[in-house]
Antibody, heavy 114, light 107 residues
């Protein structure tokens, strides 16, 4: 049974970069698509983007210019960087597997505030 | 972007009832639709993919149907643990999008 676990700072300063990692256990990262999704009260569930194990990425155009998703197969991890954050980026961030999100991490709350 | 519209937004039902939640896509998505259940403070849990395929371990009282633009999630014989919020999601075109959610409450 694959398990995903998000990690990273819970508080980020406005205009700084939000950085999160997702560690995959119980399965290899060298397959599937791996996504980041966020959930905020104002906007519901929002797909941020994915990375395929080959390194191919696809991002939500609403965030495209600010997002980078990368993969570290040696650590069985993938990561999210979202730059120039504002209060609107405050949300619970989830990592998930596949395009139909068959497995999810527990989520991590990131608050953007000074 | 493909807009996913769920109805109703909220629903009250009793244990043992049968409920139907509808999800409509703003354009055709074939059968590339998933349903999720979310309880307070928890991550969404995958119930159904490809519109009608039940995930392993999900009770058979959950079922999904539809194709194109109109889809339904049916829960038969509601159990206390089924009271939660349900979301649909399309994965036919980028960006992947979710419905706004249907909150199922105990009557």
């Amino acid at each position: 049974q694959v398990q995903l676990q998000e990690s990273g700072p819970g508080l980020v300063q406005p205009s700084e970069t939000l950085s999160l990692s997702c560690t995959v256990s119980g399965g290899y990262i060298r397959s599937y698509y791996w996504s980041w999704i966020r959930q905020s009260p104002g906007k519901g569930l929002e797909w941020i983007g994915y990375i395929y194990y080959s390194g191919t990425t696809n991002y939500n155009p609403s965030l495209n210019s600010r997002v980078t998703i990368s993969l570290d197969t040696s650590k069985n991890q993938f990561s999210l960087k979202l730059n120039s954050v504002t209060a609107a980026d405050t949300a619970i961030y989830y990592c998930a597997r596949a395009v139909n999100f068959d497995s999810w991490g527990q989520g991590t709350l990131v608050t953007v505030s000074s | 972007d493909i807009q996913m519209t769920q109805s109703p937004s909220s629903l009250s039902a009793s244990v043992g009832d049968r409920v139907v939640i509808t999800c409509r896509a703003s354009q055709g998505i074939y059968n590339y639709l998933a349903w999720f259940q979310q309880k307070p403070g928890k991550a969404p849990k995958s119930l159904i993919y490809d519109a009608s395929r039940l995930r392993s371990g999900v009770p058979s009282r959950f079922s999904g149907s539809g194709s194109g633009t109109d889809f339904t999630l049916t829960i038969s014989n509601l159990q206390p643990e089924d009271f939660a919020t349900y979301y649909c999601q399309q994965y036919t075109s980028y960006p992947y999008t979710f419905g706004q959610g249907t909150k199922l409450e105990i009557k």
